[in-house]
């Protein structure tokens, strides 16, 4: 049985390393939700409303679009272990959302309604600079993806990616993974070797 208890405590540690204080913190103690998904499980689907942000205790989740006239999916970011995840246009615009947020692997999260955490804004300015921190989140992971592929080599979204999420390979297929990079599987398996051999 999940308690949540050592989860939060996580939660707190990531939260406190960012500069919430104890006090702040603690306010948001009654809203957070324990939630395991299931590997192929929707955090958030093709026109709904994204209502709550996740924080990741452990897992990985995608974010990718459709292409409504070929089928085809197109990822666009990955969320691994101790990240915020959600969809983000959405949950900053309350608007349906454009693409979806699907578990790649059995992932658990500690998760909070919009309702919630626009309360906590209103009670505390650490809170109220944790949403701002949400919001450039979510406009510096567009502008990093949109710049990657205007001037960065693939070898180097490849880099940038790994950093980023250093065990991706444990748990998302190689086809996604060049989805996400633009380019073919070939390509990938390429650069793989060169970078083995550096």
Request: proline share 3%; with cysteine; hydrophobic share 35%.
């Amino acid at each position: 049985m999940l308690d949540g208890e050592t989860e939060l405590e996580l939660l707190r540690t990531v939260m406190s390393s960012n500069g919430m204080k104890a006090e702040a913190f603690d306010l948001s103690l009654p809203h957070w939700k324990l939630k395991q998904y299931k590997k192929g499980e929707f955090y958030n689907e093709y026109k709904n409303v994204c209502k709550h942000l996740g924080f990741i205790i452990s897992g990985v989740f995608r974010i990718y679009r459709v292409n409504e006239n070929t089928g085809e999916e197109k990822n666009m970011l990955f969320f691994t272990d101790y990240q915020f995840v959600t969809s983000f246009t959405s949950f900053l615009s309350q608007t349906p959302c454009e693409y979806y947020t699907e578990a790649m692997a059995n992932s658990l999260i500690l998760y909070i309604h919009i309702d919630h955490l626009n309360g906590l804004y209103g009670q505390s300015h650490q809170w109220e600079r944790f949403g701002r921190m949400v919001a450039e989140t979510a406009f510096h992971e567009v502008m990093r993806s949109t710049e990657g592929f205007l001037f960065k080599t693939p070898e180097d979204r490849y880099r940038d990616m790994i950093e980023k999420h250093p065990d991706i390979f444990n748990s998302v297929p190689l086809y996604h993974i060049a989805s996400y990079l633009g380019i073919q599987g070939p390509s990938l398996s390429r650069i793989r070797k060169r970078m083995v051999g550096k």
